[in-house]
């Protein structure tokens, strides 16, 4: 018997897009600390689930329990107000801007210059932002910190995407496609830095059509095929073979 509840609890969940149905009847429970990997051929439903989740959807059918309370989100904002943090492919950095100003982006403090104007405190979020990638063992130079997104490597700005929603207090992280053009060096450290996360007792929803990712950072893997659930193995139980299988129907 479970010493808790677990942080998310989904059940029976749908979602129709016009006559296209493309979630349902989908449930799963998510522990603090745990790791769930999404697999699923495109069009499984994937996308459709963790936008429900996160807030950019609102689901038809079915509910979602947050840490024991019915979950109603009207917009991404208020996800991420919850502690539900959502890492797209594309990372959602601003290039132009330095490691400190991404973290806070949107949400930049301020000091008085002078005691009277008022001006976006840098120093104080490159602090910040530092504090939080040595907090996850993240390696980058303090030098790059003052340098623009661009200039870092792909597995530094994906880096910078977990720090940015860790220092904002994240309880639970969907990471949609992590590894994805990422070479097979950056790939290990992004594997390495979900682990330090789940020790930290951060729960992660993680989505990969790699199945060597998914088997290398799961606990658990929940498999969709057309907008439904068609399978739930333990890491234990799980091979690239039977993952597979299930994806495809055979």
Not at 124 to 144: F, G, N, Y
Not at 176 to 183: H, I, K, V
Not at 216 to 234: F, M, P, Q, T, W
Request: net charge positive; charged share 30%; aromatic share 4%.
């Amino acid at each position: 018997m479970k010493a808790e509840a677990p942080l998310l609890r989904c059940r029976g969940l749908g979602k129709r897009f016009g006559g296209v149905r493309a979630l349902e009847g989908v449930g799963f429970e998510l522990d603090r600390g745990e790791v769930l990997a999404l697999a699923g051929d495109n069009g499984a439903g994937k996308s459709t689930l963790i936008k429900i989740i996160s807030g950019v959807y609102r689901p038809d059918e079915g509910e979602i329990l947050y840490d024991g309370v019915p979950l109603h989100f009207d917009n991404p904002r208020a996800a991420r107000d919850a502690g539900i943090e959502t890492i797209y492919q594309d990372l959602a950095l601003a290039d132009n801007l330095d490691v400190g100003a991404n973290v806070f982006l949107g949400r930049e403090p301020e000091a008085r210059f002078l005691g009277l104007l008022p001006r976006i405190d840098r120093k104080r979020m490159r602090a910040a932002a530092h504090q939080v990638l040595e907090t996850l063992e993240i390696d980058i130079p303090p030098s790059k910190l003052t340098e623009p997104v661009r200039n870092l490597s792909g597995g530094q700005r994906q880096a910078v995407a977990i720090g940015r929603a860790i220092f904002w207090k994240a309880r639970l992280l969907i990471m949609d496609e992590p590894t994805a053009a990422l070479g097979v060096p950056e790939q290990r450290k992004v594997r390495e830095l979900v682990h330090r996360l789940r020790q930290q007792g951060v729960a992660i929803i993680f989505i990969s059509h790699n199945l060597q990712d998914i088997l290398a950072v799961a606990d658990r893997i929940l498999v969709l095929r057309r907008g439904r659930k068609v399978g739930e193995l333990s890491r234990a139980e799980a091979t690239g073979d039977e993952i597979v299988r299930l994806m495809v129907g055979g």
